[in-house]
Structure formats: C-alpha cells, structure tokens
Nanobody, 122 residues
Framework: QVQLVESGGGLVQAGDSLRLSCAASGRTSSIYAMGWFRQAPGKDREFVARIRWNNGMTYYSDSVKGRFTISRDNAKNTVYLQMNSLKPEDTAVYYC???????????????WGQGTQVTVSS
C-alpha cells in the first residue's frame, strides 16, 4: 500500500501561480507512475498530468499543457505540480494518485491522496 499526502493548495487570483506537492510513503517501490487529477463541483474527476517514476516521462491534458509542469524528486518520494497562469476554470480539488502503470484514467490508479483545494478568482 502507498500513502499519499497532498499540500500546497489555496486561493489565488487569475494569472497567479501555485505549486502542489504530493509525498508518497509506504510501498513506494511499487510505483510506476504518478498522476494529478482534479474534480470540480458537479463534474467527473479529470486527468491533469502524469509522470513515469523511473524515467520522468510526462504527459499533460490539453487544458493545462504549457501552463502546468509535473516533476518528481525520487529521493524525497515526492511529485510536484507547478501551476502557472492559473485561470478560474482551474478551480477544483486536486488529487495525486499512484499506479502500477501509466494511464490518464482514474480507474487505473491504485492509491489516492485526500485532495487539496485550489480556487482561482477572476
């Protein structure tokens, strides 16, 4: 089992930046990829970005490409999501997740954090 704890959310204005962190503990040797997802009220959970744990290869949704950057620090077992040029439509609860293979679908991830709220005002 892998435990994930997110941090770094908050209330910002449009155009601002935030960096989310997700610290992993437990059976971290089983992690193949980690992803960030988000869920706005009344909407399905949406893929944001993912990173392969061994080689750092990344993939982004079209809605955040060019504005968000996912990275990892293997020594700290931590994945980050740097969010720049934030927009009101980025407002959501952001979740990190770990999985045994790379995917953009929530169903393919085994472990989830508790989520952190990001609110972007216009």
């Amino acid at each position: 089992q892998v435990q994930l704890v997110e941090s770094g959310g908050g209330l910002v204005q449009a155009g601002d930046s935030l960096r989310l962190s997700c610290a992993a503990s437990g059976r971290t040797s089983s992690i193949y990829a980690m992803g960030w997802f988000r869920q706005a009220p009344g909407k399905d959970r949406e893929f944001v970005a993912r990173i392969r744990w061994n080689n750092g290869m990344t993939y982004y949704s079209d809605s955040v490409k060019g504005r968000f950057t996912i990275s990892r620090d293997n020594a700290k077992n931590t994945v980050y999501l740097q969010m720049n040029s934030l927009k009101p439509e980025d407002t959501a609860v952001y979740y990190c997740a770990s999985g045994s293979y790379s995917s953009i679908y929530p169903r393919d991830y085994d472990n989830w954090g508790q989520g952190t709220q990001v609110t972007v005002s216009s």
